[in-house]
């Protein structure tokens, strides 16, 4: 998990970032993106590197606790959540059928 304060992506010594992003930071305002298991590890920087490009995030997994944590830092950076967080326990096809319910309900 992200410690408090940290951006995301890669850092220098110094806490810069490494190298910047080659796409316009807004090339994906106006999308939504629902990233799985985007509470924690690739999923949360997933998320995190979305949300900066201008999508607006709802993210999904097993562990309620860690959704939470990931919404306050997610927020906490400015990022636009769509959902405030799911738990999407279960089966794969219940996941799948989940995903597609949220969509519908949320995104139209």
Avoid: W
Wanted: hydrophobic content about 35%.
């Amino acid at each position: 998990m992200r410690k408090e304060g940290e951006t995301g992506g890669f850092m220098d010594g110094e806490g810069r970032p490494a190298m910047e992003s080659p796409f316009k930071a807004d090339i994906l305002k106006g999308k939504v993106a629902l990233v799985t298991g985007g509470g924690s590890g690739i999923g949360l920087e997933i998320s995190t590197q979305l949300g900066k490009h201008g999508a607006a995030v709802a993210i999904m997994g097993r562990r309620l606790k860690v959704l939470d944590d990931a919404i306050a830092v997610l927020q906490s950076l400015g990022i636009r959540m769509k959902i405030s967080g799911y738990y999407g326990g279960g089966s794969g096809f219940t996941v799948g059928t989940q995903k597609n319910s949220i969509c519908r309900l949320n995104y139209g």
